[in-house]
């Protein structure tokens, strides 16, 4: 099962290195998005169990549990990509404002 | 004890530097007072002569880092004190000079500054006992030297011998310590104590070693930089650009002495061998003809002093070179002779150049009248440099000469010396006699027209000026009539066999070939109308070193050519480079025997089959939508059906984390694209899908190039961990009941065993959302009003929403918070979770009722303050078990509490609290930024 999680790791960077690299800076943004989910999914594939039961430790009679490691890594990371999401958008309102377009290729133009 | 010496100097430096000192001290008593420090200072160390004298040194020690072999330690024996006493007692009178030279407070404050932080740079370079320490005094003095010499940064010829000089001795700086690592290593110690120890009873331990070669070269490379030796000898004239008691100070007097410190340091580790003799020989003579050359031929005071003083520095270095400590007892007399009348001339040169406001001898003539205390104080040094009876540098010249005759190839040796020795009389001649004595500017040499059109006005120097060249100048001719008395002490205490050593030996050689310099030289001297015609040296260094840096401009101009400036081809070659790395070093995995087996045991396998589909179906589609709504909307799609997979895994407190920040982060994105200006959003989408075919074509090769190698690198990741040991997770789980005393592994890991990187974590969450704010509306909310809304409230917020959102909606979202720091222990969800579902709360608020009346209702939730209490609570509680001597974060458990309502109370409570309001402040503030109208967009409206 982990393998799928790999492989839809590496499909899932493949579409966010596509959208990151279009000239509309919102799909720039979204392309990140993407990338940070597939890190996310990356790090699940990699943890160590594959568990059946959630990380309690009440549940480690009843089962294997899956990989706390694993899942702490990745829930503060989810947040911290939240952040650095709003900060992206936040940049791209400030293009608008600035240099009255968002368009990568338009601004690449005004600095010439 | 001995620290202090090193530790005034420093203090001082940054007692100076405080803005509010020349407010309260003024520049006399400033003056006066580092004086005194410095003189005390010298005091201070002589009264460690009789310890050093009996027992061979004084060392004091502090570990430092000694996973590194780096002890703050001390070794102070005879060389370390002669040069320590050098370093204050000059400093002490450049010092006082420099008080009267600068014009300005400002630069009196500064120059202080650097001033005493270079003395203790420079202290610590003589007295440090450990070699890297000795390394990092080294680089100190290189950098403060960078500093003084463009003091007067506005000038271009100030910023260019700084940085040169900076490059050179730097350059140097990297060699030596390569050479001292390897120093260190070979003779297996750090230490000057340890080495010098061993080096008795095994007196070619270092120059029988494989490496000696190596650390002889590098070493000396270090050396030969810092004092300005032949080919690195130019940064030395540019250096000029300092202030006067720079130069004085640093450049004739110590730190241009430190190759030479260093040489004569080593000199036990790595001196007595036919490499050693031969490199310091050659290159030291070499410096002391061609600086001796070249000095006559200058035009600027300064010039003439840096050129003899690069001369009289290849003379060291030399004698240094002779085998069986020969030339040593010559080498430190030249030290403390050169240090006394070389800075004295620096000095004065900076008083001439005061006083007429030129220092080019082409202009100056006939001082003696207008500045007669100059004058005799020249006289005397220049007698002492000549090396006239009884001063000091007649001594140095004596026993310079002396080590050249019974050098090998001493004939050789003594003409390079006496042909030198005679020039530097030429020199002085040219110092003394044309500045003060001649009664005009011959009519030979052309009047050359210089910066100065009109006549500078001529005002004498204060006696501030020239108590300090006075008192060294008078030092030269004390310490060569006490020459047995006051010298030979101190040289007795550091060469380490016996000598002879008096004023006047009597007539031999050496007292002959003397005289017969001081006659030649002025013959030389009378004769000048000749020879100063002659051309130039064509190649300078100064050249040499302009070439190779152009040579480095031209290779970065053509690294430059292949920057174009767009954003996407740099993101290609980066992210190219990336694949290629990985897939270089995994290639030989994944041909490994990776299991690709797909075990479909049950419907939830199934489930996670299809949440998989959905992800990259949901990616997909994000691409394929033209508008950025429905875009938006897609990702949000994959967002939850990765939180499923999370759910299925089974995770829940990611799960639950996933899907409140999905939520979350449609909503910002929806409310982002509802602020952007509507026509930049067409236009772009517009240009988007009339992007030419070629352009999509190779961006999908790239990213499907990408995709494959992180694909492959994760398969191979992922499909390689051989027999699925986990000591890590396994060691969490085991231990969360005992250390942690929570039942949720995870919660324990977050808040508990990495809550330092939780810690950081939301420290960087917070600035996250600080900088949406500073980006978007710093300026707008710090004129934020609290005055009523003018706006109509939005369409949504009819009486039934604003009903639902004002009674249910926050204060559940923050029940259901609370709850959630609460359990987070035994239950899913945690502070992280807490916070953005009290974020999702206060979100709903904005939209139901728009910015500026959830602004003017919900007042009592700041966001600011909610991030600083936050992290105010979360930093206490980390903080404060180190008052009860326990580390970091550990507060005690809280397992005695009586358990209520199943609370479970455990020691990550608190710092799940802290998390959530930082967090719900986090979220607050980018929410609130991001749903304010901005002010320019109302403009353009």
Do not use: C
């Amino acid at each position: 099962m982990t393998i799928l999680f790999a492989m839809t790791t590496g499909i899932l960077f493949g579409i966010g290195v596509f959208q990151l690299l279009r000239r509309d800076l919102v799909k720039s943004a979204m392309g990140f998005y993407i990338l940070f989910t597939a890190v996310n999914l990356f790090f699940f594939a990699a943890g160590v169990f594959d568990g059946e039961r959630p990380a309690y430790v009440s549940e480690t009679d009843r089962g294997q549990i899956s990989d706390p490691l694993v899942q702490a890594l990745v829930l503060t990371a989810i947040v911290i990509s939240f952040g650095t999401y709003a900060v992206l958008l936040a940049l791209l309102n400030v293009s608008s404002q600035r240099f009255k377009s968002i368009d990568l290729d338009e601004i690449n133009q005004l600095q010439k | 004890m001995e620290f202090a010496i090193l530790a005034v100097p420093f203090l001082f430096a940054l007692f100076v530097a405080l803005p509010t000192t020349p407010k309260f001290l003024k520049r006399e008593y400033l003056t006066w007072l580092s004086t005194a420090i410095l003189s005390g200072l010298f005091v201070w160390l002589l009264t460690y002569y009789p310890t050093i004298r009996d027992q061979g040194y004084v060392v004091a020690a502090w570990e430092w880092v000694p996973a590194l072999n780096l002890t703050f330690s001390i070794y102070l024996d005879g060389l370390a004190l002669i040069f320590a006493l050098i370093v204050t007692g000059i400093g002490a009178m450049v010092i006082l000079y420099a008080g009267y030279y600068f014009e300005t407070d400002e630069q009196t404050q500064r120059f202080f500054a650097l001033f005493f932080a270079f003395t203790g740079s420079m202290l610590g370079v003589v007295l440090s006992g450990n070699l890297l320490l000795l390394f990092i005094f080294w680089e100190g003095t290189s950098l403060l030297s960078f500093a003084l010499i463009g003091f007067k940064g506005k000038l271009e010829s100030a910023r260019f011998g700084a940085s040169q000089a900076l490059i050179i001795t730097g350059g140097g700086g990297l060699a030596l310590l390569a050479g001292l690592m390897l120093l260190g290593v070979a003779a297996g110690s750090f230490e000057w104590v340890d080495i010098f120890a061993t080096l008795k009873n095994d007196q070619t331990l270092i120059s029988d070693h494989a490496w000696y070669t190596a650390i002889m070269i590098l070493i000396a490379l270090g050396a030969f930089t810092k004092s300005a030796q032949y080919p690195f000898h130019f940064w030395l004239p540019g250096a000029m650009a300092a202030p006067s008691p720079a130069s004085a100070f640093l450049h004739s007097a110590t730190m241009v002495k430190a190759g030479v410190f260093i040489l004569l340091r080593l000199y036990p580790a790595l001196g007595n061998t036919d490499l050693w003799e031969t490199t310091l020989l050659s290159v030291g003579l070499l410096t002391l003809f061609v600086g001796a050359a070249l000095a006559i031929k200058q035009v600027d005071l300064k010039g003439i002093l840096a050129y003899t003083t690069i001369s009289m520095l290849g003379a060291l270095v030399a004698l240094t070179g002779l085998d069986n400590y020969a030339g040593m007892k010559a080498a430190l007399i030249g030290v403390v002779g050169h240090a006394l009348y070389k800075s004295t001339f620096f000095l004065l040169a900076g008083v001439i150049d005061h006083a007429t406001g030129t220092r080019d001898i082409r202009q100056l003539y006939g001082l003696y009248r207008k500045m007669p205390l100059a004058a005799y104080t020249s006289i005397g040094v220049g007698l002492s440099m000549a090396g006239v009876i009884p001063f000091l540098g007649f001594v140095a010249k004596e026993t310079l000469i002396e080590a050249a005759l019974s050098a090998p190839q001493s004939l050789l040796i003594t003409a390079i010396v006496v042909l030198s020795s005679i020039f530097t009389v030429v020199a002085v001649l040219l110092l003394v006699w044309d500045v003060y004595f001649r009664r005009s500017l011959p009519a030979s040499i052309p009047h050359q027209d210089t910066a100065h059109d009109e006549p500078h006005h001529f005002h004498a120097p204060s006696l501030g000026l020239l108590v300090g060249p006075m008192v060294l100048a008078a030092a030269s001719l004390i310490l060569g009539i006490g020459l047995e008395w006051l010298i030979k002490p101190l040289i007795e205490i550091t060469v380490p066999k016996s000598f002879k050593l008096l004023l006047f030996p009597g007539i031999n050689t050496a007292f002959i070939l003397s005289t017969l310099v001081l006659i030649g030289g002025t013959a030389l001297f009378l004769a000048r109308s000749t020879w100063l015609r002659l051309p130039d040296v064509p190649l300078r260094g100064t050249d040499v070193y302009l070439w190779v840096i152009r040579q480095v401009d031209r290779i970065a101009d053509l690294l430059l050519t292949s920057q174009n400036g767009k954003l996407r081809h740099y993101l290609i070659v980066i992210l190219a480079a990336i694949i290629l790395f990985m897939v270089a070093a995994n290639v030989e995995y994944i041909s490994g025997d990776i299991d690709w087996t797909i075990e479909i045991t049950g419907s939830e396998d199934l489930l996670k089959i299809g949440l998989l589909l959905l992800s990259i179906a949901s990616a997909s589609a994000s691409v394929f939508f033209k508008r950025h709504l429905p875009a938006a909307l897609a990702l949000g799609v994959m967002g939850y059906a990765v939180a499923g997979l999370f759910l299925l895994q089974p995770a829940p407190d990611v799960a639950l984390v996933q899907f409140l920040v999905e939520t979350l982060g449609t909503v910002l994105i929806v409310i982002m694209l509802y602020r952007l200006n509507r026509q930049h959003r067409q236009q772009v989408i517009e240009n988007l899908w009339n992007t030419s075919r070629l352009g999509i074509l190779r961006d999908i090769f790239i990213a499907s190039a990408i995709g494959l190698g992180v694909g492959l690198f994760a398969i191979s990741a992922v499909g390689n961990r051989g027999d699925r040991e986990a000591p890590v997770a396994q060691w969490y789980a085991e231990n969360t009941a005992s250390e942690a005393g929570v039942d949720d592994i995870v919660s324990a890991v977050v808040a508990d065993f990495r809550a330092t990187d939780t810690l950081i974590e939301i420290m960087v969450f917070s600035m996250a959302a600080l900088g949406v704010f500073t980006l978007l509306s710093l300026k707008s909310l710090a004129e934020k009003s609290p005055e009523k809304p003018t706006e109509a409230l939005p369409i949504i917020a009819t009486p039934l929403t604003r009903l639902i959102v004002v009674v249910d909606v926050l204060p559940f979202a923050l029940l259901i918070a609370l709850a959630h720091v609460l359990y987070a222990g035994d239950l899913p969800g945690d502070g992280f979770t807490a916070g953005v579902i009290g974020g999702l709360g206060v979100t709903v608020w904005y939209v139901v009722f728009g910015y500026a009346h959830t602004q003017a209702r919900l007042q009592w939730l700041n966001p600011p303050r909610l991030i600083t209490v936050g992290l105010l609570i979360a930093f206490v509680n980390a903080l404060l078990p180190l008052l009860f001597d326990r580390p970091f974060f550990a507060l005690t458990k809280w397992q005695a509490f009586p358990d209520i309502a199943n609370l479970a109370p455990s020691s990550t409570m608190i710092f799940e609290f802290s998390i959530f309001i930082t967090v719900l402040g986090a979220i607050s503030l980018i929410m609130a930024t991001i749903i304010q109208p901005s002010s320019t967009e109302e403009a353009s409206a």
